[in-house]
């Protein structure tokens, strides 16, 4: 009789924790972008919202939260409570860069959050406003040596991925250029576009619809091989700058401390989702390499990210208050 009284104390205990692993989500699903809309970022994380929300059952609300490089948005993801309905759609730039480079960081990204997916490897691209007297690497560095300290630079923000990029590029080349900071990749771009400022580490997907038109021009990628998207553009390895390789990174992620159930919930939503042909192929365009990963890889990822970051930011010196 003691046996039967256990099991059936057990089922009774086991009924509520399995009903709520199977009706999550129960309300509308907050996703923090940590940069201003309208950037490649922002573009994504909305195609993803779309068909996650339509798998899920709930709508997805797309939050801003722009500033302080990203960590403004990532910091309130930290703070949310991890019930899973307050997710971060995460980049390197906030995660693994900000605090690799941030003298004291605001979060730590490896013990604070609980990985989700990656989504997708970002291309970088080096552009410059067609004012500029440079068409080349080569041109833009012999530029820079002439004219120390009076070329600009756009990032995401103090501490941004673009931000480390543009340092370690003059690093590397023995250059110099002013750093501006703005709070997105709109931001910065339309600043670009307008000769506000010169040149511009961002992504592929944000920059090409402007090389293509004329409004920017192209000096070089930043993968290892030439981009689908732009054939014809050299890499930096073949503009002269060998082993300057960088590519960001998309994932989704949500507060330490989210049980168990509801991170496989979401996980296994955003892997059906990523093999949709429509989705790949709106990803893929703007220059999105589509990944799956589960959430042991991602957070194996963002490990050794974290550390290529922070040998960066040594071997260039750089560190931001």
Do not use: C
């Not at 330490?256 to 919930?265: F, L, Q, S, Y």
């Amino acid at each position: 009789m003691r046996r039967v009284g256990l099991a059936v104390l057990i089922g009774l205990l086991a009924a509520p924790m399995a009903k709520a692993q199977t009706t999550f989500p129960t309300k509308a699903i907050t996703m923090v972008v940590a940069f201003a809309p309208g950037g490649g970022t922002d573009t994504a994380a909305r195609l993803i919202a779309k068909d996650l929300a339509a798998e899920l059952g709930q709508p997805i609300v797309i939050d801003n939260r722009a500033g302080a490089g990203g960590a403004i948005g990532a910091l309130s993801v930290v703070r949310a409570a991890p019930d899973g309905h307050t997710l971060l759609f995460g980049t390197g730039s906030e995660l693994d860069v900000l605090t690799a480079v941030k003298a004291k960081a605001p979060y730590d990204p490896l013990h604070d959050f609980e990985p989700i997916s990656r989504i997708g490897s970002v291309s970088f691209l080096l552009a410059a406003t067609p004012s500029l007297k440079a068409d080349s690497v080569g041109e833009l560095i012999a530029l820079a040596r002439t004219d120390p300290g009076k070329i600009t630079f756009a990032s995401f923000g103090i501490g941004s991925t673009n931000h480390l990029i543009g340092e370690a590029f003059s690093s590397r080349n023995g250059v110099q250029f002013v750093h501006v900071p703005y709070k997105g990749s709109a931001a910065a771009v339309a600043d670009l576009l307008s000769g506000q400022v010169e040149i511009a580490f961002d992504t592929a997907s944000v920059m090409i619809p402007y090389v293509r038109s004329g409004k920017l021009k192209a000096l070089a990628s930043l993968s290892n091989r030439r981009l689908t998207l732009a054939p014809d553009l050299p890499t930096m390895m073949e503009s002269g700058v060998p082993d300057f390789v960088f590519e960001g990174w998309l994932g989704v992620l949500a507060p330490r401390g989210t049980p168990a159930a509801v991170i496989d919930r979401l996980h296994t939503a955003l892997a059906k989702i990523l093999k949709s042909p429509p989705l790949t192929a709106a990803l893929t365009e703007r220059g999105i390499g589509v990944v799956a990963s589960s959430p042991a890889e991602f957070s194996a990822f963002m490990k050794a990210d974290v550390e290529r970051w922070k040998e960066i930011t040594r071997t260039a010196d750089i560190k931001v208050d």
